[in-house]
């Protein structure tokens, strides 16, 4: 285990040394309805087959010999797609070895495509403006263990992930990047302890612009510049969580975590903020009935805003997530609702669903 968390280290001082930019936002909104009604704060608790996503630890919780989940949402009032499914497999009962492979997708359809608006001779033709899309897919290949003897109160758990990352702009522009998430869990009891590094590798997404020569003379006249090749960088950063249960599972049970968030790329609007690091806390809180009703809440997104009437003011706030699930035999469907408004005014609330199946193999 030490030689794990001191590769951890090692690939976020290595990271670091990278030209930081924003990318790859597409794979920060997360995936399960469960997970979004606590706000995101799952990284120590989540133990089903979206645990690629948060924790691939968390796969090796997976005790039947085959589980596939899924995941629908519509973003900014159903202009975005939002999907994610996932298959995991039971690789070895007797070390809690599971392997899975997920996708996501993000994708912004019918967009116009005003290039050729304008005719050669200056006339305006509207049948000259087509439509196309604007996809990001982010692939998962996972695996997960237990190290050492394990048991349902005590374990010692660790997954990774390969991510191979494929965005694509019309027939503009295409970017494929790679990149290596790490995963662990400790189980003591009622307490659940959970850290993962993302894109520890430093994830390298290389982009590629093809215009036809029409184009990019459009693209001068109009004043917009014109695209060339690029690579962008996505840091490593880190995620932490800490759980308790109250109660019993076999009864009325409570699970009440707290997580956080820690980015490496620069000073981000969070509570706690620096060049070299900022932290974003969040809590989520589950109650449960045998594991068949579950009640969920969460807190999260909590931002510094400036001040709409004093620039030099900031205002923390946050954003308040619920949601709902049922488990039916070897069926769990989950809701949440939540808000990804820019936390001022107005308030932008999407339905998320999602659904796991997990067969017996009998």
Request: proline share 3%; aromatic share 12%.
């Amino acid at each position: 285990m030490r030689q794990v968390l001191l590769f951890l280290l090692l690939s976020l001082q290595l990271g670091l040394r990278a030209q930081s930019a924003y990318s790859n936002e597409f794979l920060t909104i997360g995936v399960g309805a469960r997970a979004h009604g606590m706000g995101g704060a799952v990284v120590a608790s989540v133990n089903d087959v979206n645990s690629a996503y948060w924790n691939p630890a968390g796969l090796s919780h997976i005790d039947a010999p085959l589980q596939l989940g899924a995941m629908h949402a519509e973003w900014f009032g159903g202009v975005g797609k939002f999907d994610h499914i996932s298959l995991a497999r039971r690789l070895n009962a007797d070390r809690a070895a599971v392997g899975s492979i997920s996708m996501v997708r993000l994708a912004i359809d019918q967009i116009p495509n005003t290039l050729n608006l304008v005719a050669p001779d200056g006339s305006i033709v509207f049948d000259n403006v087509s439509e196309f899309s604007s996809a990001d897919y982010g692939f998962l290949i996972s695996y997960a263990t237990a190290i050492g003897e394990w048991d349902e109160k005590k374990s010692n758990r660790l997954g990774a992930n390969v991510k191979v990352i494929h965005r694509q702009i019309g027939p503009f522009a295409k970017a494929w990047g790679f990149g290596i998430d790490l995963g662990m869990q400790w189980v003591r009891g009622p307490w659940q302890f959970g850290l993962v590094g993302q894109d520890l590798s430093t994830t390298f997404t290389g982009w590629r612009y093809s215009f036809t020569e029409e184009q990019k003379i459009q693209l001068e006249k109009t004043g917009n510049i014109i695209p060339v090749s690029a690579l962008e960088k996505t840091l490593p950063h880190l995620g932490a969580g800490i759980l308790r249960r109250f109660g019993k599972e076999d009864a009325f049970y409570c699970n009440v975590e707290l997580g956080m968030n820690v980015f490496f790329d620069g000073k981000r609007n969070t509570v706690v903020a620096s060049e070299f690091a900022s932290l974003e806390p969040k809590a989520g809180l589950e109650a449960a009935y045998k594991k068949y009703v579950f009640l969920r809440g969460g807190y999260g997104n909590i931002q510094k805003i400036k001040d709409e009437l004093d620039p030099l003011r900031t205002n923390t706030r946050g954003q308040l997530y619920s949601g709902v699930g049922v488990r039916f035999g070897r069926v769990q469907i989950d809701y949440a609702l939540s808000n990804i408004g820019n936390l001022a005014k107005e308030l932008n609330y999407s339905h998320i669903f999602s659904a796991a199946l997990s067969f017996t193999g009998e």
